[in-house]
Nanobody, 114 residues
């Protein structure tokens, strides 16, 4: 069965960096687009990054230049490098894949605070 497991979240000061990981299993990882979303307190889930099977990327304007996603097909893992973090980046971060239907990881908490 399809599984996504995020890790790497934590507490970081404003201006700091974190790298999130999403380990995938249960499908042919290299053939699928993987997405990152986040859900800030009291808000709806929002798109953070798209990473296609050919490693093309898309970021919403607010994340451009600060966030970078990449994949290691040998490890069935996607990464989200987040730099210059701001308090408003505080959220639970999820990875997502659509393999006939939508699958989500359990999420990893990122807190940006001094």
């Amino acid at each position: 069965q399809v599984q996504l497991v995020e890790s790497g979240g934590g507490l970081v000061q404003p201006g700091g960096s974190l790298r999130l990981s999403c380990a995938a299993s249960g499908f042919t990882f290299s053939q699928y687009t993987i997405n990152w979303y986040r859900q800030r307190p009291g808000q709806e889930r929002e798109l953070v990054a798209i990473l296609t099977s050919s490693s093309n990327t898309y970021y919403p304007e607010s994340m451009k230049g600060r966030f970078d996603t990449s994949r290691d097909n040998a490890k069935n893992t996607v990464y989200l490098q987040m730099n210059s973090l701001k308090p408003e980046d505080t959220a639970v971060y999820y990875c997502h894949v659509r393999v006939l239907k939508d699958y989500w990881g359990q999420g990893t908490q990122v807190t940006v605070s001094s």
